[in-house]
């Protein structure tokens, strides 16, 4: 059994930076890929970002490309997103995954947190 718990949500002023963190626990196998989906009220979960295991692959969306940075520390098992220059289209509950490969649908992968909420002020 797998567990994810995701931290470093809030409130945040439009143009301000946050940092997420994801903590794995329990089984896995290796260094799985990790990624990043957010959902807003009234629509469909989208991918933000992902990772493979060893750090040398990596995906964006187009939305928060260049504002948006994942890492990760496998020492630790904790998942990051950076978030610099948030806008109000930010706003979302975000959630950690993991899987086997980089995909932009969310009902590959095996494995999800909570979510933490990200409201962005205008």
């Known amino acids: 059994q797998v567990h994810l718990q995701e931290s470093g949500g809030g409130l945040v002023q439009a143009g301000g930076s946050l940092r997420l963190s994801c903590v794995t626990s329990g089984r896995t196998r290796g260094n799985p890929v990790m990624g990043w989906f957010r959902q807003a009220p009234g629509k469909e979960r989208e991918f933000v970002a992902a990772i493979s295991g060893n750090s040398n692959t990596f995906d964006y969306a187009a939305s928060v490309k260049d504002r948006f940075t994942i890492a990760r520390d496998n020492a630790k098992n904790t998942l990051y997103l950076q978030m610099e220059g948030l806008n109000f289209e930010d706003t979302a509950v975000y959630y950690c995954?993991?899987?086997?490969?980089?995909?932009?649908?969310?009902?590959?992968?095996?494995?999800w947190g909570q979510g933490t909420q990200v409201t962005v002020s205008s």
């Open positions: 995954a993991l899987g086997s490969i980089i995909t932009r649908r969310p009902a590959i992968w095996d494995a």
